[in-house]
């Protein structure tokens, strides 16, 4: 059995983008920068649900995050590398903590 599980921790690059969907569940996506220099990697990062709505008032450009989820494809592009992370859980990581 195969499991599509993934974790990282990163920062974040831009204001999280919050909306609701026509049956009113939250939805959060944001962006995350995860490793250093030559090795960055950005990754959409989508989660949805009660705890996305008050996420997305208290994270912030430039916060440090740690994301449990999947990997899924996206779209079209999924044969081209195409993928997000569909979190189900997104935490704040303290700046004393580090990545």
């Known amino acids: ?4 599980r993934i974790e990282l ?3 974040v690059v831009a204001p999280p983008e919050v909306r609701t969907t026509p049956t009113g569940t939250p939805v959060i996506r944001i962006e995350v920068d995860c490793g250093e220099g030559r090795e960055v990697l950005r990754l959409g990062v989508v989660m949805a649900g009660a705890a996305a709505r008050e996420l997305g008032m208290r994270i912030s450009a430039g916060a440090t995050v740690k994301v449990t989820g ?3 494809a996206v779209g079209r592009r999924a044969l081209a590398g ?9 935490s704040e990581v303290p700046a004393d903590a580090g990545p």
């Open 1 to 4: 059995m195969s499991r599509n």
């Open 9 to 11: 921790v990163g920062r």
């Open 70 to 72: 999947a990997l899924r």
């Open 82 to 90: 195409g993928v997000e992370v569909l979190a189900s859980e997104i």
